[in-house]
């Protein structure tokens, strides 16, 4: 279906969040994909669908191991594992180390991912720019969504990165936002981009809601539900999959 990259330019403010809360609300099969470079936490963060704890050690490591004798998209779900919820993940690396022996990795898992046939993916790539080689996995997505807050150098390494990003695949801005100025803050962020010239698919948000996120980690259910996270997070998975709605097949 559709490879969806989420990433920032510093600090990756909130991006695995962000894409933990997507991918609960997500409104078609889709699947997590932690695809950090730097290492990622989903392993440590959420609980089983079991209510245990996720294998560390099964996920994009395996993956990889299996990935040198080439990799095909029906070989992904072999090293997944589902969250509490019932969301599926592709658990990344667990520390930065284990990157160096797997730079050859990110374009054939781009081109995996994104051939998956029964879901999407939301790819969580942390950081971009510390690691040039994500690019080869970005190049594969139909759309790269990029985080930042509204605070001056947030904003200034988003500029930065915007100028330098390619012009395919398409990208689109989502800004981490304050409920009390929620719709201030994006239109502010919007002109910003706007200025630079580069053409962006759309400035959306998602509230910035520490107890939401909390909630997340475990205690799904009605008040998950309810927090302004989910609530925008809905709003923001329907923009995306409506950005990258596969065309009907033709009858």
């Known amino acids: 279906m559709a490879l969806i990259v989420l990433a920032a330019d510093k600090g990756a403010p909130g ?21 950090d470079p730097a290492g990622g936490d989903l392993a440590y963060r959420l609980p089983a669908a079991d209510g245990g704890v996720l294998n560390p050690s099964r996920g ?5 191991a ?16 589902k969250i509490i919820g019932g969301l599926d993940v592709l658990a990344g690396l667990t520390h930065g180390e284990q990157a160096a022996g797997l730079t050859w990795l990110w374009s054939p898992l781009g081109r995996a991912l994104a051939a998956l046939p029964q879901a999407d993916v939301l790819a969580d790539c ?12 970005t190049a594969e997505a139909a759309l790269v969504v990029l985080f930042t ?19 395919d695949p398409q990208v689109g801005v989502v800004v981490i936002a304050d409920p009390r100025q929620y719709r201030t803050t994006i239109d502010e962020v919007r002109r910003i981009v706007a ?10 948000g998602l509230a910035h809601d520490p ?31 409506a950005q990258v709605r596969a065309p009907e097949p033709v009858q």
């Open 211 to 241: 107890k939401g996120a909390e909630l997340l980690r475990g205690q799904w259910g009605g008040r998950l539900d309810r927090s302004l996270l989910i609530r925008t997070a809905r709003e923001l998975a329907g923009r995306l999959t």
């Open 66 to 81: 299996t990935a040198r004798r080439g990799l095909h998209p029906d070989q992904v779900y072999e090293h997944t594992q």
């Open 15 to 35: 991006v695995t969040t962000a894409a933990t809360a997507l991918g609960a609300v997500w409104p078609r099969p889709v699947l997590l994909a932690e695809c």
């Open 126 to 137: 942390g950081r971009l720019g510390g690691h040039p080689q994500l690019a080869e996995l």
């Open 149 to 167: 807050r509204a605070s001056l150098d947030h904003v200034a390494h988003l500029r930065e990165r915007l100028q330098v990003m390619p012009r």
């Open 60 to 64: 994009l490591l395996t993956l990889g």
């Open 195 to 204: 200025a630079t010239g580069r053409s962006v698919a759309f400035v959306s």
